[in-house]
């Protein structure tokens, strides 16, 4: 059974650091893995997808790698700020269209 | 948004009371889900749906049902509330572009049974 696990759960930085955020998971045969970002009483925004083929991905301030051998990602957010602050979710899929299983985040402050 | 809307978003009902929740989407897709989510457990996966009338159970499905008549619709059933089905509940559709399988989520619904 796949299993995903966040370390840390929290974690609270000054604006304008460099920060990654950890992510591993049990079964390294996986079809892909996302990150999303979720807002406090809000729903998921999809930040990411890697393929399994691939090692890493990048949307503006956001840079997420994969090391499928070693069951590892991270996400990478550069010059962080107040606005980065939410909880990040990281999810695997094991093969298409199955159903995604969830890490249980890691909840990032940006202090100013 | 991928085009996912939930209803009802806040919903409190009474312990025993039949619970139904629905989600919509816009864009024909054929992959949908139901999640829910609690403080310490993060998102599990509670049923799947990969067409009209075929569906699949997730990790947590006891003391749930779930229905799709219609492309668009993924109806959630909680046929006998408890306490313990208190939580925020959220729809999701697969999208495939290429070769990658893009998850999209709703906005949630926040279950109160009280």
């Known amino acids: 059974k796949q299993e995903v696990t966040q370390i840390p759960a929290a974690l609270s930085v000054p604006e304008g650091e460099n920060l990654v955020l950890n992510c591993s998971f049990t079964d390294s045969a996986i079809y892909n893995l996302q990150w999303f970002r979720q807002d406090p009483g809000k729903g998921l925004t999809s930040l990411l997808l890697i393929q399994s083929s691939q ?3 990048t949307s503006g301030r956001l840079n997420a790698s994969l090391d499928k051998s070693s069951g590892r990602s991270t996400l990478y957010i550069a010059a962080s700020q107040p606005g980065d602050s939410a909880t990040y979710l990281c999810a695997v899929r094991n093969s298409g269209n199955t159903p995604l299983v969830f890490g249980k985040g890691t909840r990032l402050s940006v202090i100013a | 948004d991928a085009g996912i809307t939930q209803s009802p978003r806040h919903k409190v009902t ?14 024909n897709h054929r992959y949908m889900y139901w999640y829910r989510q609690d403080p310490g457990h993060g998102l599990r996966l509670i049923h799947y749906s990969y067409g009209v009338k075929d569906t699949d159970k997730g990790e947590v499905s006891d003391g749930y049902s779930v229905s799709r008549s219609k492309t668009e619709d993924f109806l959630l059933t909680l046929e006998s509330a408890t306490s ?10 697969s999208e495939s572009r290429g070769q990658a399988d893009t998850q999209y989520f709703g906005p949630g619904t926040r279950l109160t049974v009280l």
């Open chain 1, 55 to 57: 090692r890493e991905q």
């Open chain 2, 14 to 27: 009474e312990t025993g009371t039949p619970v139904t929740l629905r989600c919509h989407q816009t864009e």
């Open chain 2, 84 to 93: 313990s089905q208190t939580s925020v509940y959220f729809c999701a559709i």
